[in-house]
């Protein structure tokens, strides 16, 4: 996958802000017992596919095929924090779907537990045995800023913590999004959902 945007040194500085800069990437590939077509039809809900990420707090459109998605952390000490990715899908019909940052999301609020990250995700379809293979592609870019709280500790220290945080959220992110689509896609399959 291509780098989403230049990260600034883990030592920048903005005013009197500290940041981290951290990132992942996870690709994984489902089976679904259903043609291409019903298949992708299930992906093109793009708020509903997003909304089963873990720690997913919301995702909606603001304009047509523009979505944000807000997800929610926790830097360890009981501070809620949530990033937020303003998203562009281009579709494909039948064939893909991908998601690339978008730049032209509403104003966030000036709360200070929220960040802007980068998100980038691709679903390709392709028709197998009795199946449709999704390869879906997730690549997650983001400066987090460092919590007053936390000013104290060393920025490589932080940094360190964060990289480990962010390998086993990517983890656990992918695993919990495939519980829940193929879960999900059953149910909306047989129109339960």
């Given at each position: 996958?291509?780098?989403?945007h230049?990260?600034?040194?883990?030592?920048?500085?903005?005013?009197?802000?500290?940041?981290?800069?951290?990132?992942?990437?996870?690709v994984?590939?489902?089976?679904?017992?259903?043609?291409?077509?019903?298949?992708?039809?299930?992906?093109?809900?793009?708020?509903?596919?997003?909304?089963?990420?873990?720690?997913?707090?919301?995702c909606?459109?603001?304009?047509?095929?523009?979505?944000?998605?807000?997800?929610?952390?926790?830097?360890?000490?009981?501070?809620?924090?949530?990033?937020?990715?303003?998203?562009?899908a281009?579709?494909?019909?039948?064939?893909?779907?991908r998601?690339?940052?978008?730049?032209?999301?509403p104003p966030?609020?000036?709360?200070?537990?929220?960040?802007?990250?980068?998100?980038?995700?691709?679903?390709?379809?392709?028709?197998?045995?009795?199946?449709?293979?999704?390869?879906?592609?997730?690549?997650?870019?983001?400066?987090?800023?460092?919590?007053?709280?936390?000013r104290?500790?060393?920025?490589?220290?932080?940094?360190?913590?964060?990289?480990?945080?962010?390998?086993?959220?990517?983890?656990?992110?992918?695993?919990?999004?495939?519980?829940?689509?193929?879960n999900?896609?059953?149910?909306?399959?047989?129109?339960?959902?």
């Open positions: 996958m291509r780098a989403l230049q990260f600034r040194s883990p030592m920048a500085q903005t005013g009197a802000r500290r940041y981290i800069d951290l990132g992942g990437q996870a994984h590939i489902f089976q679904f017992a259903a043609p291409v077509d019903l298949a992708y039809e299930y992906f093109c809900d793009v708020p509903a596919v997003f909304e089963l990420l873990p720690d997913a707090l919301s909606y459109p603001y304009a047509p095929d523009r979505y944000r998605l807000i997800v929610g952390a926790t830097d360890g000490h009981g501070h809620n924090m949530a990033a937020v990715f303003d998203l562009y281009h579709h494909e019909p039948g064939k893909a779907i998601i690339h940052p978008a730049k032209d999301g966030l609020s000036a709360d200070e537990g929220l960040f802007h990250g980068s998100l980038s995700a691709d679903a390709f379809f392709r028709p197998g045995r009795d199946c449709t293979l999704i390869e879906y592609a997730v690549e997650i870019d983001m400066s987090i800023p460092v919590p007053n709280v936390l104290m500790m060393p920025t490589a220290l932080l940094q360190s913590i964060g990289e480990r945080t962010m390998s086993f959220k990517m983890t656990q992110m992918i695993n919990g999004f495939t519980r829940g689509i193929s999900d896609f059953h149910l909306w399959a047989n129109g339960v959902v």
